[in-house]
């Protein structure tokens, strides 16, 4: 324990001689930068400084005292809070956890599903109102060529009557006599009804009544059926 103390009191002895040697070595380089190399040896020893130096730090410790003691440094820096003491999580704190977690899992699954199954219903509507549109387009596009085939026919058919009504009743009654009934019923059924008359008077008795009778049950049907799909009228 003695050779501890002793060698911690000679290290730093030690150490300023030689801080006191380099810094007087400096002066004489100073001073007599051009004086012979021969004299520093004798000029280092004649320093005023070493001898000071050495009795000031081995003062105190030839008699025995120790050195000054360090200045035990104050700390004002400001201190950390504690932490408050928290309780251990129990068993059934922590089941209840992993339950909620589980939940919550799950219910995030099932918004995702949703999500899908909402996407899925958006993507089928759209492809159904695509086909309904084309349906719809469809089925204007037929009722225009339907408008279109009635206008031509019934351009045929105006064009036929001019022709049977232009003509004298008496030879238009001998073509009845032999003509398709389907087509003698729109014949008379577009005719003017004077001209009509004159032709149904030439004609044979019994042809020229089921002619007769055919027309009127065509106007009936016509008459029945007309306003059932006539629209409803404002209301």
Same mark, same amino acid.
């Given at each position: 324990?003695?050779?501890f103390s002793?060698?911690?009191?000679v ?8 801080a ?10 100073v ?10 040896p004798a000029? %280092? ?7 000071? =130096?050495?009795?000031?730090? =081995? ?5 025995g005292?120790?050195?000054p003691?360090?200045v ?14 928290v ?5 059934a704190?922590?089941? +209840?956890?992993?339950?909620? #977690? ?10 995702? #599903?949703?999500?899908?199954r909402?996407?899925?219903l958006q ?5 159904? *109102? ?8 469809? *089925?204007q596009r ?40 389907s %087509?003698?019923?729109? %014949?008379l ?7 009509a ?7 044979l ?6 002619a007769? *009778?055919? +027309?009127a *049950? ?18």
């Open positions: 324990m003695r050779a002793w060698h911690s009191r290290l730093p002895l030690t150490m300023v001689a030689i006191l040697l380099f810094a007087d070595k400096a002066v004489s380089l001073r007599g930068a051009t004086a012979d190399g021969a004299n520093q000029a %280092v020893a004649g320093s005023p400084f070493i001898p000071a =130096a050495l009795a000031a730090v =081995a003062g105190p410790i030839a008699a005292k120790p050195g003691s360090p035990p440094a104050t700390s004002d820096a400001p201190k950390l809070p504690s932490m408050p003491d309780a251990p999580v129990t068993p704190e922590l089941q +209840l956890l992993q339950d909620l #977690r589980k939940r919550r899992d799950a219910l995030d699954e099932r918004e995702h #599903r949703l999500d899908q909402n996407d899925l993507s089928a509507e759209l492809k159904l *109102q695509s086909k309904l549109d084309e349906l719809t387009a469809l *089925q037929l009722e225009q060529l339907d408008d279109e085939r009635r206008k031509r026919g019934s351009a045929n058919w105006s064009g036929l009557v001019k022709m049977y009504e232009d003509m004298k009743p008496r030879d238009a009654a001998t073509i009845f006599n032999v003509l398709d009934v %087509v003698l019923l729109e %014949v059924d577009r005719m003017d009804e004077r001209k008359a004159f032709i149904l008077a030439g004609m008795p019994e042809r020229a009544r089921l007769t *009778q055919m +027309l *049950q065509k106007r009936t049907r016509q008459d029945v059926v007309a306003p059932a799909s006539a629209p409803d009228p404002p209301g």
